[in-house]
């Protein structure tokens, strides 16, 4: 964790704060990887979307995968480099919009291949099919792109004796929030079924879920991993992390609203953990508070209540020295990535402004605030 050096009475309530000075921090780890092995490595949108910050990070970065075709127009206008794409199924309209926008794609299925790719036979653009190794280490099932029956890749049974001509690249996702020990091991799994596929292509998207800027992470067998599977297969490896690159390097900031009792103390905040943060409903886990503990540890216990009207949308109990005051502003750590592009606004709960904190000149901007035309704009 990364303590918060700005002042949270500076900002609005409810902001996302984005620390320039940490995503630095992991903008050099992710840039040394590609410089120690030649790979490319490309922004998730997926996962961190702050494009405000898109500027700074190009610097850094190769470019970016795109899940969606607003997320390769984002990437294309305020990334300007890379953009690669990826969808479980794409429409008609989809490849059209994309293939004005994206370097390389890559489908879910054969079947999508053969619907559109007589569209890329005379295109610049770099096709590669999905596959899944059907080997995870996931404790989330919710996250797990290969459990089973996933919808997500080209399992072996469907892969074997299909034409592969056209196709120049293969692209793999096994991994969340994992270290490179897993993809040693994911990669043996892949290159007993695959292997063959592997030498036939130029290029090998190891996806994302790679937690390099993690502090116990093991960036030398990361790139040791790398370099060897390069070598072997005389391919360009790409890795698409999202939440590495945002990992510690932003916060949540909101305000107590209300105390109530009810077996217990809750506090209500201006946050909602359905709208704000639903990864804590849907992981599920516990955001961690700075200045709180666990429930019990310290004199006074609150369970933290989110805005909305879902029973359910309650942030976690946590303990504190002192009684929580109605107006106190409560930090909540690691909130960059997987907030910001997973926001609702359901019961017309305001969406969290966005803004940056840049520690060299210890400067605060708020990028954005939202209102009403958001919730509007939704409806009709």
């Known amino acids: 964790m990364n303590e918060p050096r700005f002042d949270p009475d500076k900002v609005p309530s409810p902001s996302y704060v984005v620390d320039l000075g940490y995503l630095h921090a992991n903008a050099l780890k992710l840039k040394e990887v590609q410089d120690r092995t030649h790979c490319k490595i ?52 989809d490849i059209e919009e994309l293939m004005p926008l994206v370097g390389h794609i890559s489908f879910n299925s054969f079947s999508q291949w053969e619907r559109y790719k007589k569209k890329f036979k005379n295109s610049q653009i770099s096709c590669g099919l999905r596959i899944n190794p059907e080997y995870s280490e996931l404790k989330y099932p919710l996250y797990d792109p290969s459990g089973m029956g996933s919808r997500l890749g080209i399992t072996l049974e469907h892969f074997q004796g299909k034409d592969l001509q056209g196709l120049e ?23 007993k079924k695959f292997g063959p596929a592997l030498f036939q292509m130029k290029w090998v998207n190891f996806g994302g879920g790679h937690h390099i800027t993690r502090e116990d992470y093991d960036i030398d067998r990361l790139c040791r991993i790398i370099t060897s599977f390069q070598e072997k297969y005389q391919v360009q490896v790409y890795l698409e ?57 310290k004199a006074h216990t609150y369970r933290l209540g989110g805005l909305s009207c879902l029973a359910g949308d309650m942030i976690g109990d946590y303990s504190f020295d002192h009684p929580l005051q109605i ?17 609702t606004t359901f019961n017309g709960v305001r969406l969290p402004a966005i803004t940056i904190f840049d520690p060299a000149s210890s400067s605060i901007q708020v990028v954005k605030e939202f209102g009403y035309l958001e919730y509007k704009s939704r409806l009709s």
């Open 169 to 191: 690249g293969l692209h793999f996702h096994s991994l969340c929030e994992q270290n490179s020990d897993t993809l040693e091991r994911t990669l043996e799994v892949l290159e």
């Open 327 to 343: 107006g106190d502003k409560l930090v909540f750590d690691d909130m960059a990535h997987y907030t910001m592009v997973k926001t």
């Open 42 to 93: 490309l922004l998730a949108l997926k996962g961190y979307a702050c494009y405000s910050t898109f500027p700074f990070l190009k610097d850094y970065l190769a470019g970016i995968c795109a899940s969606s075709v607003s997320e390769a127009l984002l990437g294309d206008e305020f990334f300007g480099k890379e953009v690669h794409a990826y969808s479980p199924a794409y429409s008609d309209q």
């Open 241 to 297: 992390p999202g939440e590495a690159v945002g990992l510690n390097t932003g916060y949540l900031v909101g305000t107590v609203l209300d105390i109530l009792e009810n077996k217990g103390k809750v506090a209500m905040l201006d946050l909602s953990a359905t709208c704000h943060m639903p990864d804590v409903l849907e992981m599920p886990y516990r955001p961690h508070l700075y200045g709180a503990d666990h429930p019990g540890i």
